[in-house]
């Protein structure tokens, strides 16, 4: 056994490396645009994640109804990833989808905020200094919350949301199937249902069965999202019924609103009433 004063070692290749500070400029690092210059993060369009680097972006006047926001926080999300790689459909979209920050300046027509102001919700373009949004994309900060929490909620729940009550019109005392339950859009589904007074129904991996509980949702409700099993168990929570609402996360699935009872043409659940597929906000 080795014994040195070295609190962590890695042994790569038959060397034996230590972790030590050195001089940023033997590191490979971002090089920033001039202090007066807006910039960004961009990926090169070559598809490699390495190549996303910071550019020069031209800050312009506000139109009316525009905030801009100082960004503080910026939520990742699997879209960005698309985006720096090269594989997102629409070419001219911008990573940083969703973040925190504070408002610098507001246009003409704004209402409801000022200078100074915690703000979060959709950006576009977030990875940088400074982002224009949309008046109407934005909220203030809860009290209490820090910048890293509200930049990780807009994507997840007003998608979520979106699901839940615009197009599918959850009520307090229906039921609703909520795929995918342990991930993000799941999670924030299952909160806000509960939140309406909603029955959760909930679908998982088995090693996520623990998330969906600590949420609220009891293990009687919550199946396998691995195989079909779930609809068996669900008719006899239900007594034979069929649940209100499902939203379901996965992707290429078509759906048809029928009264009552329905048969699904793609997937496998034919007992619910209606069923609609997550709107991805991407």
């Given at each position: 056994?080795?014994?040195?004063?070295?609190?962590?070692?890695?042994?790569?290749?038959?060397?034996?490396?230590?972790?030590?500070?050195?001089?940023?400029?033997?590191?490979?690092?971002?090089?920033?645009?001039?202090?007066?210059?807006?910039?960004?993060?961009?990926?090169?369009?070559?598809?490699?994640?390495?190549?996303?680097?910071?550019?020069?972006?031209?800050?312009?006047?506000?139109?009316?109804?525009?905030?801009?926001?100082?960004?503080?926080?910026?939520?990742?999300?699997?879209?960005?990833?698309?985006?720096?790689?090269?594989?997102?459909?629409?070419?001219?979209?911008?990573?940083?989808?969703?973040?925190?920050?504070?408002?610098?300046?507001?246009?003409?027509?704004?209402?409801?905020?000022?200078?100074?102001?915690?703000?979060?919700?959709?950006?576009?373009?977030?990875?940088?200094?400074?982002?224009?949004?949309?008046?109407?994309?934005?909220?203030?900060?809860?009290?209490?919350?820090?910048?890293?929490?509200?930049?990780?909620?807009?994507?997840?729940?007003l998608t979520?949301?979106?699901?839940?009550?615009?197009?599918?019109?959850?009520?307090?005392?229906?039921?609703?199937?909520?795929?995918?339950?342990?991930?993000?859009?799941?999670?924030?589904?299952?909160?806000?249902?509960?939140?309406?007074?909603?029955?959760?129904f909930a679908?998982?991996?088995?090693?996520?069965?623990?998330?969906?509980?600590?949420?609220?949702?009891?293990?009687?409700?919550?199946?396998?999202?691995?195989?079909?099993?779930?609809?068996?168990?669900?008719?006899?929570?239900?007594?034979?019924?069929?649940?209100?609402?499902v939203l379901?996360?996965?992707?290429?699935?078509?759906?048809?609103?029928?009264?009552?009872?329905?048969?699904?043409?793609?997937?496998?659940?034919?007992?619910?009433?209606?069923?609609?597929?997550?709107?991805?906000?991407?």
């Amino acid at each position: 056994m080795l014994s040195v004063d070295e609190p962590q070692l890695a042994l790569r290749d038959g060397v034996l490396w230590a972790p030590r500070l050195v001089r940023a400029s033997s590191l490979p690092v971002l090089t920033l645009p001039d202090e007066d210059q807006h910039w960004r993060l961009e990926g090169s369009g070559r598809g490699a994640l390495e190549d996303v680097a910071p550019v020069a972006v031209t800050l312009s006047a506000l139109a009316p109804g525009e905030v801009r926001v100082g960004v503080r926080v910026t939520g990742v999300n699997f879209r960005d990833v698309l985006i720096a790689l090269g594989s997102y459909p629409d070419a001219t979209a911008l990573m940083g989808s969703e973040g925190a920050g504070v408002v610098l300046e507001v246009g003409s027509g704004v209402e409801g905020l000022m200078v100074g102001d915690r703000v979060f919700g959709l950006f576009d373009g977030g990875f940088g200094p400074v982002t224009v949004v949309d008046r109407r994309l934005v909220a203030r900060v809860p009290v209490g919350w820090s910048f890293a929490q509200a930049a990780s909620v807009p994507m997840a729940f007003l998608t979520a949301y979106y699901g839940l009550v615009d197009l599918g019109g959850l009520q307090s005392g229906e039921s609703v199937l909520v795929h995918a339950a342990a991930g993000g859009v799941g999670m924030a589904a299952v909160q806000l249902a509960r939140y309406f007074g909603a029955e959760v129904f909930a679908t998982a991996s088995v090693s996520k069965w623990p998330v969906v509980e600590g949420l609220g949702v009891p293990r009687e409700r919550i199946a396998s999202s691995r195989d079909l099993l779930f609809e068996d168990a669900f008719r006899e929570r239900l007594d034979g019924g069929c649940v209100d609402v499902v939203l379901n996360a996965l992707a290429g699935s078509t759906s048809t609103r029928v009264p009552g009872c329905w048969v699904r043409v793609v997937g496998s659940w034919r007992w619910a009433r209606p069923i609609f597929v997550m709107p991805a906000l991407l």
